[in-house]
């Protein structure tokens, strides 16, 4: 008992702060979290409706979507279907992510709504050389995307950017960043895709 | 032999591509401070290494295992910082206990550890790299540790030979060794790239 | 005897004025290396992170100080510890919810304030033997003087870098950005100079 006391006399001070610090953050977190969840739904429709401007609501699919990366991880991944206001399916959208350059790079990727043609991109997050690689969150690349065909999409050293086709113009001085994108769009777009179709959500599909 | 290859990977872009003091900018302050001498920095290295390697370890256990088994991933913070004071006081108590000379030898710098960012920061990083397996986070905790002692020693080095070099008066001590590890950054940029 | 009037404005003012040239932080006591490095690329979010130093340093000091006379010895860096994590929780959950974007940008290095020596070694050096008021006034000028150097070197870093503080251009056309300036090259060197540059100038003066 004489040891239980002393221990009490040294640390009450202690337990007492911890109870109290607990409540605090438990109170700060409950009363932020709502926001802070409300923040990453905005940020992400933010994006997709620059690059689907139709659409005004985003149902994710319920089934589960697993797709592997370029690495060969397995990852969830949540997909949104991109409804107009009438209810009509304009598109979908979805992340993407993959080994670039010098870091992981996070894209948000929106298709038309048979996954024939690319929407667009963006780039949620990347770490690549500023004046280089960095440049995969230019207009004048990211621009080559919007409308090409999903399943083609091939890196090539010259050509014409402003062609809306299956080539993509590598940035000058980033062919690795540039390739990265490219083939971290059309990983994420075959298997998801495929699981897609599989699944039987695309009612109108091509199959 | 994938998951080795995966692991391998893990570990050189920890200590090359990433490494935490000349990319992350982590751990700075001992950096600065125990870089005079090579055997110093060499004693520093290797107690971070085992300190960080166990935090990392036991940090992801309990943020993979509990909180966000049962949703506290709010309190992350604090459990961080408390299980990182709980390794280093562990540490200091086994070394004080079984190697006394080399306690005598380590003086402020074991308690120390606890405020190096690199520890917290790793521990953290673990977390937003989002490694989901544990002999991959004690691989890259334990190549954290081994980049902070290859950027420790290197810059030991390098300042052995300044301290004979005719550094303008201003510039002696931090300032120099600051734009030292700018330059040593800056090599170290070459690494980026490696791994795919 | 307590210290009359003009004793007790004097000691504020210095101690106000201390964290802002004398002892500052980052210059002259050579602590908080880590934010000053990592979130200087640009001038928002090392004033976002300022700001987040001083809530925290405010906080910290207040309640250290309240509970100063309660502490026992060999526990007391757990506390302050407790007391700094606790804040910087809250601080973090705050960034998340209100300023979304500056979260991302500083990422892990908000919830790295808990290491900030400067902190901890306020809460021991000053908080736990002074009064309240003295210590948010010690709270403050360290706070503030850590912003103001912060905000200095960021603003060096993006004028070099972008030609531009806050989506204003002040460099010329011809000016060519350096682009290593963002990068960890650029934090190095331009911190190692500016810290050259401050021992020139205390130096002279001693």
Not at chain 1, 100 to 125: C, H, P, R
Not at chain 2, 92 to 106: A, H, K, N, T
Not at chain 3, 88 to 100: E, G, Q
């Amino acid at each position: 008992m004489k040891s239980l006391k002393y221990f009490i006399a040294q640390s009450w001070l202690l337990i007492v702060a911890s109870f109290f610090f607990g409540l605090l953050i438990a109170v700060a977190n409950a009363g932020l979290s709502p926001r802070i969840i409300q923040n990453k739904i905005n940020k992400r429709n933010q994006l997709v409706t620059g690059l689907l401007p139709d659409a005004k609501n985003f149902v994710p699919v319920d089934s589960e979507i697993v797709i592997q990366s370029i690495d060969g991880k397995e990852s969830r991944v949540e997909v949104f279907q991109a409804l107009a206001e009438s209810g009509e399916r304009v598109g979908w959208s979805f992340n993407a992510a993959g080994p670039g350059f010098a870091d992981k790079i996070e894209l948000v990727v929106a298709v038309d709504a048979n996954f024939e043609k690319i929407a667009g991109f963006d780039v949620l997050s990347s770490n690549e050389t500023p004046g280089f690689g960095d440049q995969i969150k230019y207009d004048y690349f990211r621009s080559q995307f919007e409308g090409a065909p999903a399943d083609a999409l091939k890196l090539v050293s010259v050509g014409e950017p402003t062609d809306i086709d299956a080539q993509i113009v590598a940035i000058s001085g980033a062919t690795v960043s540039s390739e990265a994108v490219v083939e971290i769009v059309s990983n994420a777009i075959t298997q998801i895709k495929e699981q897609i179709q599989e699944k039987g959500i695309m009612t109108d599909g091509s199959e | 032999m994938d998951t080795l290859s995966v692991l391998l990977m893990g570990f050189i872009s920890v200590v090359l591509v990433n490494n935490l003091v000349l990319t992350k900018f982590l751990g700075i302050c001992p950096y600065l401070g125990v870089s005079g001498r090579i055997d110093m920095a060499f004693g520093m290295g290797l107690a971070v290494t085992f300190v960080v390697t166990l935090s990392g370890t036991l940090t992801w256990m309990i943020d993979h295992w509990i909180l966000m088994a049962l949703g506290l991933e709010v309190t992350r913070y604090v459990c961080f910082i408390l299980v990182i004071a709980g390794a280093v006081q562990l540490v200091e108590m086994y070394v004080r206990r079984f190697f006394p000379s080399l306690y005598d030898s380590f003086g402020i710098f074991l308690p120390l550890i606890t405020t190096n960012c690199a520890i917290l920061g790793l521990c953290l990083f673990l977390n937003l790299w989002g490694i989901d397996s544990l002999l991959d986070a004690v691989v890259r905790s334990f190549g954290a540790g081994i980049g902070f002692t290859m950027a420790i020693c290197i810059m030991a080095g390098i300042r052995e030979n300044l301290d004979m070099a005719d550094v303008p008066e201003c510039l002696r001590g931090a300032p120099i060794t600051l734009i030292t590890a700018g330059l040593l950054s800056m090599a170290f940029m070459g690494f980026s790239g490696m791994i795919r | 005897m307590a210290p009359s009037n003009e004793a007790k404005s004097k000691l504020y003012s210095q101690t106000l004025l201390a964290g802002l040239w004398r002892e500052n932080p980052v210059f002259r006591l050579l602590l908080g290396m880590c934010p000053t490095l990592a979130v200087t690329a640009a001038v928002k979010p090392a004033f976002t992170m300022g700001c987040c130093v001083i809530f925290v340093l405010l906080c910290s000091n207040i309640i250290v100080s309240l509970m100063r006379n309660l502490l026992k010895p060999h526990l007391r860096i757990l506390m302050f510890t407790l007391t700094i994590a606790t804040f910087v929780t809250i601080a973090d959950l705050f960034l998340k919810a209100f300023l979304p974007q500056m979260s991302e940008t500083l990422g892990p290095y908000v919830p790295l304030i808990i290491v900030n020596c400067i902190i901890i070694c306020r809460a021991e050096a000053c908080a736990s033997k002074n009064p309240v008021f003295v210590s948010i006034i010690d709270a403050i000028g360290m706070g503030v003087g850590f912003t103001l150097t912060l905000c200095v070197l960021a603003a060096v870093r993006e004028l070099l870098a972008t030609g531009k503080i806050f989506e204003i251009h002040l460099m010329p056309e011809a000016f060519v950005p350096w682009a290593a300036m963002s990068m960890p090259v650029g934090a190095f060197i331009t911190l190692g100079l500016l810290l050259g540059l401050v021992n020139l100038v205390t130096g002279k003066r001693a």
